[in-house]
């Protein structure tokens, strides 16, 4: 009997009780390699960050003596002011802003009124339209600003902002008409259709219905071509002929001096301003940013 008892083959439920435990711990060994990697993702992410703001409070002495991973041996703190103001990053930060802020409002509205003309709106050629823009997205910048830059001497818009306002929003604007296009799949054009017949012009049903209904749209793609026009060199340092109009980042080659003597120690306090203003903008609007990535994909 005994023996019977012993040989007797292990009933379905022990069975499966096994398979269970068999696939928890792999679930459990899974999650800890998951840990592992996100872990490491993020020190390669994080740690330059920390690096580029402990060498900003570096001297020039203990920056190029001392070991790059060392912690500064005099906390430099007047770097982040002599950034500032000998440096003029101030200055720099403010034709920033200037040259960026009417360039995305106008790439924001033309973008989106196109977006809307060409999915919502039923017109003849909307398709070949569609296309150029398409064939403006592949178009390098390099091959325009030769030409560019001798129309704005001609109309004499030299020594101002103004090349840069539309070089900017000429260059955004592709991108810009094609991901919003993207958007306005996702509209039902019955709504439009519904507001025509309550006698709503084309004018009302694009400000009061179709703006509103893209609006993390809206905020997405802003703030996309807000980190290609900021972070721009090539433009920027094509059409600044004076220093008082350099952006931040051809402002940026300031610090380095005659024979090629450069202040690193105000140089990284610059590029930590310009790197962690930024950063803060695109974590404090990151979920809207995700959630209109998102609303894109999935057409309604």
Request: charged share 10%.
């Amino acid at each position: 009997m005994a023996i019977e008892t012993a040989l007797k083959p292990a009933s379905p439920g022990h069975r499966r009780t096994r398979h269970q435990n068999r696939n928890s711990v792999r679930k459990a060994s899974g999650r800890h390699w998951i840990k592992i990697a996100v872990t490491f993702l993020l020190v390669i992410e994080v740690y330059p960050l920390i690096w580029m703001f402990l060498t900003s409070l570096k001297s020039n002495s203990d920056y190029l003596n001392n070991s790059t991973w060392s912690l500064p041996t005099t906390w430099e703190w007047g770097n982040y002011t002599e950034a500032w103001t000998t440096g003029n990053i101030g200055l720099y930060v403010q034709n920033s802003l200037l040259a960026v802020v009417p360039a995305l409002a106008l790439i924001l509205l033309l973008g989106t009124a196109a977006g809307f003309a060409l999915q919502i709106m039923v017109w003849k050629g909307r398709s070949l339209t569609l296309l150029v823009f398409l064939a403006g997205m592949m178009v390098p910048p390099q091959m325009i600003l030769l030409p560019l830059f001798t129309v704005y001497f001609q109309a004499g818009l030299s020594g101002t902002l103004w090349p840069l306002i539309l070089t900017y929003t000429g260059t955004g604007l592709p991108l810009t008409v094609f991901m919003m296009a993207t958007y306005y799949r996702t509209v039902p054009r019955e709504l439009f259709e519904a507001a025509t017949l309550d006698g709503a012009g084309i004018l009302r049903a694009f400000w009061t219905i179709s703006v509103p209904m893209v609006r993390n749209a809206l905020l997405t793609v802003g703030l996309v071509q807000f980190f290609f026009i900021w972070n721009d060199l090539l433009i920027a340092l094509t059409f600044t002929n004076s220093q008082d109009l350099r952006t931040i980042q051809v402002g940026l080659l300031n610090f380095t001096g005659d024979f090629g003597a450069t202040q690193y120690g105000p140089l990284f306090a610059a590029i930590c301003i310009n790197v962690f203003g930024t950063l803060v903008i695109y974590l404090f609007l990151n979920q809207k940013v995700m959630k209109g990535l998102t609303s894109g994909a999935v057409k309604g």
